[in-house]
């Protein structure tokens, strides 16, 4: 079993559009806010099972306004469409970065499945 992962740095970019985040297993990640944002471990996105997941369009161009820490497991991350429920635990992040092309792609299915649109508010 591997020791859990843990950030030595976490950045928003300027344009706020990515957060750069970097590990203490030398992996660094740079997660559009798109991806983070869609991909929310909050129930109004994730529901509470597989059935309740949602599909959320229209975030192509969604800013970070607010990354805070949740105990020391954690940060909060705050988006300009005011979504802000997400608790994004450093083992998610990580997983996040490390699958980042799968992650978006799957995303991209199911849009296209559930026919939205990134530019397009939408949810299914």
Known sequence: MSSPVWPVEIRVTKDRRSL???????SS?????ELLRVN????EVQGHSDAERKT????????ILSVDPVGNYAV????????NTGIYSWA??????M??????????D???AKNLDRDKPGVR
């Open 20 to 26: 750069n985040i970097t590990f203490d297993d030398a």
């Open 29 to 33: 990640f740079t997660l559009p806010a």
């Open 40 to 43: 929310s471990p909050s129930a």
């Open 56 to 63: 959320v369009g229209g975030k192509r161009n969604v800013a």
């Open 76 to 83: 909060r991350i705050g988006f300009d469409d005011m979504h």
């Open 92 to 97: 998610f992040l990580h997983d996040l970065g």
């Open 99 to 108: 699958n980042a092309a799968v992650h978006f792609q799957e995303y991209l």
């Open 110 to 112: 199911n849009l296209a």
